[in-house]
């Protein structure tokens, strides 16, 4: 009896020996389970700050476009040298377009139609972004205003800016004014319900840790909603150019008056006038070449600076 209750005693020592090393054993590696995930989360958080090298970016962003517009103009000078089309007063030839391009450089006349139609279409923009921001904001955030006025923004944004020629010109006459009253009634809409939906989309409890931390009224307005709704508010902004643009471009082609000069939507009508389908067509390429200029310059990069503030500018 005494040899067993000896060996129990020291069987003891080495049980618990043994849970000390397992339990040893155990820590150690849910400390380095611990380390690998810190590593991992830091991994994740840190953000690429190498640049892209120029010949990648040439060849992932430049090249393409460039590939697709030439594919363009080698299936139209097919069409015109194979005489699919043979008819030049439907479709002129590539070279009879740049033909209308280097005429009107020499004369001085191609920065004219291009910057007066641009100036005109920059400024709308501003004016309705002006307008379109205060009035989104009040729209989202007032229930009463938005029951009133939310179904006529809507009902505004689906009517075709080329309805508010005919009363702006009896209105307004023919003059730049006029011109950016179509603008207004064309892009605000667009900007207000850009506004009204991404203010939307606003997370409910980024308005409580708003409201919280004191940010209420103005300041939570600027400080929690705005950027908050970024994202939307930045897709109206991109719908509001496109439309103040057409919008533009349709009064540009229906009121004509030596006082409002030659913009790119006034030559489009000279050319169909002086039936001029090569002045047709340079009016149509300089229409979408603004409008792709635009885009890359501005709206891209605000696009990728809200993605990456977002950390959701993946670059592949």
């Not at 070279?95 to 191609?110: K, P």
């Amino acid at each position: 009896m005494a040899s067993t209750e000896t060996s129990v005693d020291k069987a003891e020592p080495v049980d618990e020996a043994e849970k000390q090393a397992r339990e040893a054993g155990r820590n150690g590696r849910d400390h380095h389970d611990l380390a690998g995930l810190e590593a991992g989360l830091d991994a994740l958080e840190t953000v690429q700050s190498s640049r892209t090298p120029l010949r990648e970016t040439l060849v992932r962003k430049v090249l393409p476009p460039v590939v697709a517009v030439a594919l363009v103009v080698v299936v139209w000078q097919a069409l015109v040298s194979f005489k699919i089309v043979d008819d030049p007063s439907k479709l002129p030839s590539p070279s009879a377009v740049w033909g209308e391009v280097t005429d009107a450089w020499l004369q001085g006349t191609l920065l004219d139609y291009i910057w007066t139609s641009v100036s005109r279409g920059l400024l709308g923009f501003l004016m309705a972004l002006a307008i379109g921001t205060p009035l989104g904001l009040i729209v989202a955030r007032v229930k009463f205003v938005r029951a009133a006025i939310g179904p006529i923004l809507s009902g505004l944004q689906s009517l075709p800016s080329v309805a508010w020629v005919p009363p702006a010109v009896i209105w307004l006459g023919l003059n730049n004014s006029m011109m950016y009253a179509v603008i207004l009634l064309g892009a605000v809409p667009s900007i207000a319900n850009g506004l009204v939906s991404g203010v939307d989309q606003v997370p409910p409890l980024f308005l409580r840790a708003g409201r919280t931390l004191g940010a209420t009224g103005l300041k939570g307005t600027w400080h929690i909603v705005m950027p908050a709704a970024l994202p939307g508010y930045l897709a109206g902004l991109k719908q509001g150019w496109a439309f103040s643009w057409r919008s533009l471009m349709a009064a540009e082609i229906i009121a004509s008056s030596p006082e409002l000069g030659v913009g790119l939507g006034q030559l489009l009508e000279n050319g169909r006038n002086t039936s001029s389908m090569s002045m047709v067509f340079l009016a149509i390429i300089l229409i979408l070449i603004v409008g792709i200029a635009i885009d890359l310059l501005i709206f891209s990069p605000l696009e990728r600076w809200v993605l990456r503030n977002r950390g959701l500018l993946v670059k592949s």
